[in-house]
């Protein structure tokens, strides 16, 4: 028997924005692994066992992952949004290179709806013109490297979708964010929070960069920072097409 290993997004909560093909590799599968709270997502039925990890263990959870599909399991992996941006799929593959003698398993990425794809689509178009994202995690980059490429995201006037803006464990680091912002542009900027997107909890609230607060942003916040173009139409925001 041959096992599988497939690193699936499972979107941003909402039960619709799953993808019909993680769906059927879900259905498929023997065994589920993955941060506790996104392997809860999963519905349960006989036949599937659930190997459910704390956070920041993601290596350990990539090995497992291996070593069951090695064994002959069809495994799937789990991560929120997308498991390509800042979750489960680089885990893998940095197992993978570390483990040479899994490198023949049969593995594959299925996308899913990233936070900021499902943000963007309830304010409007604020990912209309060009991007970045940047996460603000410092727990495997230093952060002088964040305050770099923040400012230099601003100095391109890129629009920018921000991951994991602030965290228990980091409660200072989004304040000192908005602080930069603050000094590398204009304090006019439109900036975007979208919380708990497409689940009950849902709340998406634009504002002007110096009306916003470290502490409207937690860790199950999308930020977005608008470009220098970016603006408002009725109830909507949106980044025109054209440069100026
Ligand atoms: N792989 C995920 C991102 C994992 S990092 C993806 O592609 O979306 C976790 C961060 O994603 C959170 O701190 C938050 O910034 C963002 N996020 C995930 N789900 C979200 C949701 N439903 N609404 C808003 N932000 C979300």
Known sequence: MTGTLTIAGLGPGDLALVTPEVSAALADATDIVGYAPYVARVPVRAGLTLHASDNRVELLRAGEALRLASEGRRVVVVSSGDPGVFA????VFE??????????????????????LAAAARIGAPLGHDFCAI??????????????RLR????ADFAIALYNPRSVSRPEGFGRVLEILGEAGRDDRLVMFARAVSTPEERIETVMLREARPEMADMRTLVIVGNSATRRVGR?????????
Not at 88 to 91: N, V
């Open 88 to 91: 489960m799929a680089s885990a």
């Open 152 to 155: 230099l995201a601003v100095e």
């Open 135 to 148: 996460n603000l995690s410092d727990n495997l980059k230093p952060w002088p490297m964040i305050e770099r």
């Open 236 to 244: 909507w925001v949106y980044a025109p097409r054209q440069a100026r």
């Open 95 to 116: 197992a993978l290179e570390a483990s040479p003698q899994w490198q023949g398993l049969p593995i594959r990425v299925l996308p899913g709806v990233t936070a900021m």
